[in-house]
Protein backbone atom coordinates (compact mmCIF):
# COMPACT_ATOMS: atom_id res chain seq x y z
CA UNK A 1 0.00 0.00 0.00
CA UNK A 2 1.33 3.90 -1.08
CA UNK A 3 0.82 6.39 1.29
CA UNK A 4 1.75 10.14 0.08
CA UNK A 5 1.79 12.54 2.80
CA UNK A 6 2.30 16.28 1.40
CA UNK A 7 3.77 19.49 3.46
CA UNK A 8 4.92 22.45 3.73
CA UNK A 9 1.96 24.32 2.57
CA UNK A 10 0.83 28.12 3.95
CA UNK A 11 0.21 32.01 3.50
CA UNK A 12 2.55 34.19 2.05
CA UNK A 13 2.88 36.61 0.08
CA UNK A 14 2.86 37.24 -4.14
CA UNK A 15 6.47 37.12 -5.17
CA UNK A 16 7.59 34.84 -2.29
CA UNK A 17 8.75 31.49 -2.44
CA UNK A 18 7.99 28.00 -0.83
CA UNK A 19 8.58 24.26 -1.19
CA UNK A 20 6.71 21.40 -1.11
CA UNK A 21 7.48 17.98 -0.04
CA UNK A 22 5.48 14.55 -0.58
CA UNK A 23 6.98 11.78 1.82
CA UNK A 24 5.90 8.37 0.21
CA UNK A 25 5.74 4.91 1.60
CA UNK A 26 5.89 1.59 -0.05
CA UNK A 27 8.35 0.45 -2.87
CA UNK A 28 6.93 2.16 -6.23
CA UNK A 29 8.62 5.75 -5.27
CA UNK A 30 11.32 5.45 -7.37
CA UNK A 31 10.04 3.64 -10.47
CA UNK A 32 7.13 5.39 -11.64
CA UNK A 33 6.91 9.17 -12.42
CA UNK A 34 5.48 11.44 -9.65
CA UNK A 35 3.39 14.31 -10.25
CA UNK A 36 1.93 17.36 -8.74
CA UNK A 37 -1.12 18.71 -9.18
CA UNK A 38 -3.29 21.45 -7.79
CA UNK A 39 -6.69 22.18 -7.54
CA UNK A 40 -7.96 25.84 -6.64
CA UNK A 41 -11.01 26.62 -4.91
CA UNK A 42 -14.21 25.09 -6.93
CA UNK A 43 -12.30 24.35 -9.78
CA UNK A 44 -10.92 20.96 -11.21
CA UNK A 45 -7.58 19.15 -10.20
CA UNK A 46 -4.84 20.26 -12.52
CA UNK A 47 -1.64 19.24 -13.29
CA UNK A 48 1.63 21.28 -12.45
CA UNK A 49 4.46 18.99 -12.88
CA UNK A 50 6.15 15.69 -13.57
CA UNK A 51 9.32 14.18 -12.95
CA UNK A 52 10.03 10.46 -13.88
CA UNK A 53 12.69 7.74 -12.47
CA UNK A 54 15.35 9.25 -14.72
CA UNK A 55 14.93 12.77 -13.29
CA UNK A 56 13.28 14.05 -16.53
CA UNK A 57 10.80 16.66 -15.74
CA UNK A 58 7.61 18.19 -17.39
CA UNK A 59 5.59 21.51 -16.18
CA UNK A 60 2.46 22.76 -16.81
CA UNK A 61 2.36 26.40 -18.54
CA UNK A 62 1.40 28.38 -16.07
CA UNK A 63 4.39 27.79 -13.79
CA UNK A 64 7.17 26.85 -16.28
CA UNK A 65 10.17 28.98 -15.54
CA UNK A 66 9.02 29.41 -11.60
CA UNK A 67 8.76 26.13 -10.23
CA UNK A 68 10.91 23.39 -10.05
CA UNK A 69 9.84 19.57 -9.30
CA UNK A 70 12.88 17.17 -7.80
CA UNK A 71 13.28 14.12 -5.90
CA UNK A 72 15.36 11.89 -3.27
CA UNK A 73 14.72 8.55 -4.23
CA UNK A 74 17.29 8.05 -1.17
CA UNK A 75 14.41 9.56 1.38
CA UNK A 76 11.23 8.67 -1.51
CA UNK A 77 10.11 12.33 -1.27
CA UNK A 78 9.58 14.28 -4.17
CA UNK A 79 9.38 18.02 -4.01
CA UNK A 80 7.96 20.96 -5.60
CA UNK A 81 9.85 24.74 -5.32
CA UNK A 82 8.24 27.31 -6.19
CA UNK A 83 9.39 31.07 -6.85
CA UNK A 84 7.63 34.24 -7.95
CA UNK A 85 4.47 32.62 -6.29
CA UNK A 86 1.08 34.90 -8.25
CA UNK A 87 -2.16 34.95 -6.10
CA UNK A 88 -3.51 32.76 -8.96
CA UNK A 89 -1.21 29.77 -7.71
CA UNK A 90 -3.46 30.07 -4.70
CA UNK A 91 -4.62 26.25 -4.84
CA UNK A 92 -4.91 22.93 -2.52
CA UNK A 93 -1.34 20.97 -4.09
CA UNK A 94 -1.17 17.21 -4.34
CA UNK A 95 1.19 14.55 -4.71
CA UNK A 96 -0.19 11.54 -7.19
CA UNK A 97 1.48 8.56 -8.52
CA UNK A 98 0.34 6.55 -10.75
CA UNK A 99 0.48 2.11 -10.46
CA UNK A 100 0.23 1.02 -13.91
CA UNK A 101 0.76 -2.69 -12.76
CA UNK A 102 -2.46 -2.70 -10.40
CA UNK A 103 -3.77 0.30 -11.84
CA UNK A 104 -3.57 1.86 -8.73
CA UNK A 105 -3.89 5.98 -8.71
CA UNK A 106 -1.89 7.11 -5.53
CA UNK A 107 -3.56 10.53 -3.86
CA UNK A 108 -1.98 12.59 -0.81
CA UNK A 109 -4.69 14.61 0.89
CA UNK A 110 -3.26 17.78 -0.32
CA UNK A 111 -1.60 20.71 1.42
CA UNK A 112 -3.28 24.50 1.14
CA UNK A 113 -0.92 26.98 -0.68
CA UNK A 114 -2.40 30.56 0.06
CA UNK A 115 -1.02 33.72 -2.02
CA UNK A 116 -2.20 36.61 -0.72
CA UNK A 117 -0.85 40.38 0.69
Known amino acids: QVQLVESGGGLVQPGWSLGLSCAASGNIFSIYPMVWYRQHPGKQRDFVAR???????TYAGSVKGRFTISRDNAKNTVYLQMNSLKPDDTAVYYC???????????WGKGTLVTVSS
Open 51 to 57: IRSDGST
Open 96 to 106: NVWDPTLHMDY
